[in-house]
């Protein structure tokens, strides 16, 4: 049962994100990555995807005096190989404390209960139980966290705000570089040499899981490779 004190602060949270939202729309994501900081300190955490370290990196600038800001990959068992060098390569020369959350049972484990290539079958269970689940379950600890959305890479992420109300998870969601594009990505990783997944220089554009990711063809939208061939375009991290 809710407690008075988690409703409370729950409406203080709420009240918190839309006032920020309508004070950061215009200011940079170093700014908004600092507020972040400021506002929630320990309580706050960065996500990656780690198709690259954008979000990360930002965060190592906006680090607190308490020390590094968390940053929490999702390890689905299905990743390329190259997802994983990139988390490595990002704990190994960042200034961030890499956490790497992990689902409740194995591939094998998963194929066993539910039987072979679930994402195959339905990819919507598959990513709840890979995804959606393992996250709401890191995130216990924390009143705020980040993510990399941009307005720009799908209709469904147009109306994106720098800083929101996650209604399912009763958090504060961060998106500081919602207003970026792609040329304000490649910019940032060029001026700051910042570490990219070695596949978005293969033919992807977006990375997820191996099994339910392709490259893109000349003309498709960036996230065209995602679910290829199916009506789902999000995982439901975010949705």
Not at 24 to 35: F, G, H, P, Q, V
Not at 45 to 55: G, Q, Y
Not at 112 to 134: S, T
Not at 157 to 167: K, Q
Request: hydrophobic share 35%.
């Amino acid at each position: 049962m809710t407690t008075v004190q988690e409703d409370r602060d729950t409406r203080d949270l709420r009240s918190i994100a839309e006032q920020a939202g309508r004070d950061l729309e215009d200011a940079s994501a170093l700014e908004i990555l600092r507020w972040a900081v400021d506002t929630f300190g320990t309580k706050f955490c960065v996500t990656s995807s780690m198709e690259d370290a954008v979000v990360a990196h930002l965060a190592s600038r906006a680090r607190p005096a308490r020390g590094p800001v968390d940053v929490v990959f999702l390890d689905t068992g299905y990743h390329f190989p190259e997802t994983i060098g990139t988390r490595d390569a990002v704990e190994a020369v960042m200034d961030v404390n890499v956490i790497t959350l992990t689902p409740r049972r194995t591939v094998a484990e998963q194929d066993a209960e539910h039987g072979p290539a679930l994402h195959d079958r339905d990819p919507d269970l598959c990513c709840a139980l890979r995804k959606v689940k393992p996250l709401e379950e890191g995130l216990t600890s924390y009143d705020a966290w980040a993510t990399g959305l941009r307005r720009d890479e799908s209709p469904t992420r147009t109306n994106t705000p720098v800083v929101g109300w996650d209604e399912k998870r009763r958090k504060v969601k961060i998106s500081p570089i919602a207003r970026w594009t792609q040329d304000d990505v490649d910019a940032y990783v060029t001026e700051h040499g910042v570490l990219t997944n070695p596949l978005l220089t293969d033919g992807y554009a977006s990375v997820g899981c191996a099994p339910c990711t392709r490259r893109v063809l000349e003309g498709e939208d960036a996230r065209a490779g995602r679910w290829a061939g199916r009506s789902k375009t999000e995982c439901g991290l975010h949705g």
